[in-house]
């Protein structure tokens, strides 16, 4: 197993901490370990990088994807893993850019094992078999749906989703059943279907939807 280069990019001390030992044991060596894109960017410019392994989710501003861009300007050959409690990125944004070509998208929860997380650093590196796993959403939703789903998890009233919409509040009301029926969201008497949107949000962004 050939050694690698690995930035990490994670804004969570512990996740970042934890990465960088597993990391450590899968002939990794971390040549930067930071929390924010601006810190990513000065970084890379003394480093030899191999592959980075950036969170989605960096707090407010650039997102880890803005970050991806950025490093592939450096250095074109640069592997990129996005590695996020977000199962989807559109979860996060409802425009989000699309990752540079060849790179790797990974739900934390999917990757149980170091072998597993070696494995996306070969894949994006180009160093294993089989195709690069791509941005394709998990979420099987339309961007409208998820741009609905994150407003409602967000607080906001049918009315007021129906203003920025520029829509009918009947519309709303109608447009968020079909996002229930197609998260499977059966109805319940007893708890706010709003309520129960919300819960489908939170649990399809890794508890990561109050950013």
Sequence with gaps: MRRVKVMLVEDNDFTRSTVAASLREEACDVVASVATSKEAMLAVEGLDVDCAIIDL?????PTGIDVAHGL????????????????????????????????????????????QLRDLIDRACGDADGPVIGIAGRVALTDLQVELLRMVADGLTN????????????????ALARVAKALE???????NPRVLLAQAYYALAGGAGGR
């Design 185 to 191: 969201i059966q109805p319940d008497a007893g708890e």
């Design 57 to 61: 989710h960096l707090g407010s501003g």
């Design 72 to 115: 592939r300007q450096h250095d074109a050959s640069i592997g990129i893993v996005i590695l996020t409690s977000f199962s989807d990125p559109r979860l996060l944004s409802s425009s989000p850019r699309p990752l540079p070509p060849r790179s790797v998208y990974a739900v934390k929860d999917d990757v149980r094992t170091t072998a």
């Design 159 to 174: 009315s007021e989703i129906a203003k920025r919409r520029v829509v009918s509040e009947r519309s709303v009301e109608t």
